[in-house]
């Protein structure tokens, strides 16, 4: 039976340390020049992408082809999913030339329809909902670093987005002490939030005191403040948000071995400061890097590897 992956919740707890520790082993035989496994040999990948991208677009066509795959970038202006023609035909047609889809769209509801009539594996590369794979590389990274995947405080800085969303889904499936920093304005979804509280797992706490959010954190991790798609409200959210600065001031409440993440693409100066990104407690560009591990990892566990 295929499996999809439209958010981390698709995956039990076990599943997540699992394909963590795969990562982590598939980065290290790529360091030896061992290859990895070639769960996409003889397939091809369907890469529909509606958004820019850098780090998402080369981490999959590499992971792809490391895995023995080959890839198709699609655009919406080529397919214009949904208006030029039905999610579920393309959805259908696509499933007859490629073993896998993978989507970087705005409305959650097109991977959600995209995976329901396809019949290969769909990945949702990020929808505007949540960003499932970059939370899932995210933990490879915290444990090269940290050492362990469970109990850390990590707290999250900045706008209730998507990114959010998937920390939140993160703290349903592994145990944390999860700050969200935000103002009044920018809260994530109250029905995210509500979810993973009565999930019982971890200890949440959505707060409008930046010092507070990060006291003793062991992550301190922060995004864009105006997502793609919003940035007509740049400057609004700089004025709700600028409180919530990763600065070398702020950043001096959590603990001295915290790391700092930014899943980029970063508007330096805005909600983090070139001292912090540039510093040494941060792990930025590690976390960029390992995109390409983690998500090959996601794939063979979706291929049954």
Same mark, same amino acid.
């Given at each position: 039976?295929?499996?999809?992956?439209?958010?981390?919740?698709?995956?039990?707890?076990e599943?997540?340390?699992?394909?963590?520790?795969?990562?982590?082993?598939?980065?290290?035989?790529?360091?030896?020049g061992?290859?990895?496994p070639?769960?996409?040999?003889?397939?091809?990948?369907?890469?529909?992408?509606?958004?820019?991208?850098?780090?998402?677009?080369?981490? $999959?066509?590499?992971?792809?082809?490391?895995?023995?795959?080959?890839?198709?970038?699609?655009?919406?202006?080529?397919i214009?999913?949904? /208006?030029?023609?039905?999610?579920?035909?393309?959805?259908?047609?696509?499933?007859?030339? $490629?073993?896998?889809?993978?989507?970087?769209?705005?409305?959650?509801?097109?991977?959600?329809?995209?995976?329901?009539?396809?019949?290969?594996?769909?990945?949702?590369?990020?929808?505007?909902?949540?960003?499932?794979?970059?939370?899932?590389?995210?933990?490879?990274?915290?444990?090269?670093?940290?050492?362990?995947?469970?109990?850390?405080?990590?707290?999250?800085?900045?706008?209730?987005?998507?990114?959010?969303?998937? =920390?939140?889904?993160?703290?349903?499936?592994?145990?944390?002490?999860?700050?969200?920093?935000?103002?009044?304005?920018?809260?994530?979804?109250?029905?995210?939030?509500?979810?993973?509280?009565?999930?019982?797992?971890?200890?949440?706490?959505?707060?409008?005191?930046p010092?507070? &959010?990060?006291?003793?954190?062991?992550?301190?991790?922060?995004?864009? =403040?105006?997502?793609?798609?919003?940035?007509?409200?740049?400057?609004?959210?700089? /004025?709700?948000?600028? &409180? $919530?600065?990763?600065?070398?001031?702020?950043?001096?409440?959590?603990?001295?071995?915290?790391?700092?993440?930014?899943?980029?693409?970063?508007?330096?100066?805005?909600?983090?400061?070139?001292?912090?990104?540039?510093?040494?407690?941060?792990?930025? $560009?590690?976390?960029?890097?390992?995109?390409?591990?983690?998500q090959?990892?996601?794939?063979?566990?979706?291929?049954?590897?």
């Open positions: 039976m295929k499996r999809d992956f439209l958010s981390l919740i698709d995956l039990r707890p599943e997540v340390v699992e394909v963590i520790e795969n990562a982590k082993a598939i980065k290290e035989n790529r360091k030896k061992k290859p990895s070639q769960v996409l040999a003889g397939k091809a990948a369907a890469l529909i992408f509606h958004k820019p991208s850098l780090r998402t677009r080369a981490s $999959f066509e590499v992971g792809v082809r490391e895995l023995g795959g080959s890839s198709v970038y699609i655009t919406d202006q080529e214009s999913i949904g /208006k030029r023609e039905a999610i579920s035909d393309v959805a259908k047609v696509m499933s007859r030339y $490629f073993g896998l889809i993978c989507i970087r769209t705005f409305g959650h509801e097109i991977a959600v329809d995209l995976a329901k009539y396809a019949s290969v594996p769909v990945v949702n590369m990020l929808t505007d909902l949540c960003h499932p794979c970059q939370v899932l590389c995210d933990m490879l990274t915290i444990y090269e670093h940290l050492g362990r995947m469970k109990d850390l405080t990590i707290t999250y800085l900045g706008d209730g987005n998507n990114i959010t969303h998937s =920390w939140l889904n993160m703290a349903s499936l592994l145990p944390m002490d999860l700050r969200i920093g935000t103002s009044a304005e920018t809260l994530p979804s109250e029905a995210i939030v509500a979810r993973t509280k009565k999930a019982g797992l971890s200890k949440i706490t959505v707060t409008s005191d010092i507070e &959010a990060v006291k003793g954190a062991d992550v301190v991790y922060t995004d864009v =403040w105006a997502s793609m798609g919003q940035k007509h409200l740049a400057d609004q959210k700089k /004025k709700q948000l600028a &409180a $919530f600065q990763i600065n070398k001031k702020l950043l001096s409440h959590a603990s001295k071995k915290a790391i700092v993440m930014h899943c980029l693409p970063a508007n330096r100066g805005e909600e983090i400061t070139d001292e912090v990104m540039d510093g040494p407690q941060s792990v930025v $560009f590690d976390q960029a890097e390992n995109r390409l591990h983690g090959k990892a996601l794939i063979v566990k979706l291929f049954g590897g």
